[in-house]
T-cell receptor, first 115, second 112 residues
Framework: EAGVTQFPSHSVIEKGQTVTLRCDPISGHDNLYWYRRVMGKEIKFLLHFVKESKQDESGMPNNRFLAERTGGTYSTLKVQPAELEDSGVYFC?????????????FGQGTRLTVV | KQEVTQIPAALSVPEGENLVLNCSFT??????LQWFRQDPGKGLTSLLL?????REQTSGRLNASLDKSSGRSTLYIAASQPGDSATYLCAVCGSNDYKLSFGAGTTVTVRA
């Protein structure tokens, strides 16, 4: 069974450009989470989908970030326009029920560098 | 707001020695606690998950304990091997919001 997959693995863009990150959760997992680690800091929660609905987006840093989950399958996270402080590693995780009851499975992350 | 602290930040031991990694958290209202391993440039691999009602969980050479009332968890790795070299992350799942709050990690080096 495939794990959580993220695309691309690396992205280097200029300040002001747009970047879209994609996450394919484990098949059948209704819960999908985005997390981010910026340089020197802990991994921080961004948002949580249950199927196609946003359950919690309290961790989204500002309105330059837009997350979608079409049909409750894969998810995209768009950053527009990108700023230098957006650089970091973006992780996606999925679980079949609430994270509270089962393990969270993480993807390998997308390393975003804004120059 | 949940704060998770991992001590030490880095650890270097000779092969064969037992490893003890500590994690503390400020809010005891947790649903579970999960230990992850991260290799350089790679994603997070789940090692052990302890439900809030459990005291410990074991998998092979790994054993994790949980003392929810005092806000502490310890990951023990027996008879360390060079392949155990990685960063180990502790993450606490809140019982109200199901978000994971992560510690900064402990970077382990096992010398051959």
């Amino acid at each position: 069974e495939a794990g959580v997959t993220q695309f691309p693995s690396h992205s280097v863009i200029e300040k002001g450009q747009t970047v879209t990150l994609r996450c394919d959760p484990i098949s059948g997992h209704d819960n999908l989470y985005w997390y981010r680690r910026v340089m020197g800091k802990e991994i921080k929660f961004l948002l949580h989908f249950v199927k196609e609905s946003k359950q919690d987006e309290s961790g989204m840093p500002n309105n330059r970030f837009l997350a979608e989950r079409t049909g409750g399958t894969y998810s995209t996270l768009k950053v527009q326009p990108a700023e230098l402080e957006d650089s970091g590693v973006y992780f996606c995780a999925s679980s079949p029920l609430g994270v509270g009851s089962t393990e969270a499975f993480f993807g390998q992350g997308t390393r975003l560098t804004v120059v | 707001k949940q704060e998770v602290t991992q001590i030490p930040a880095a650890l270097s031991v000779p092969e064969g020695e037992n490893l003890v990694l500590n994690c503390s958290f400020t809010d005891s209202a947790i649903y579970n606690l999960q230990w992850f391993r991260q290799d350089p440039g790679k994603g997070l691999t789940s090692l052990l998950l302890i439900q809030s009602s459990q005291r410990e969980q074991t998998s092979g050479r790994l054993n994790a304990s949980l003392d929810k009332s005092s806000g502490r968890s310890t990951l023990y790795i027996a008879a360390s091997q060079p392949g155990d070299s990685a960063t180990y992350l502790c993450a606490v799942c809140g019982s109200n919001d199901y978000k994971l709050s992560f510690g900064a990690g402990t970077t382990v080096t096992v010398r051959a």
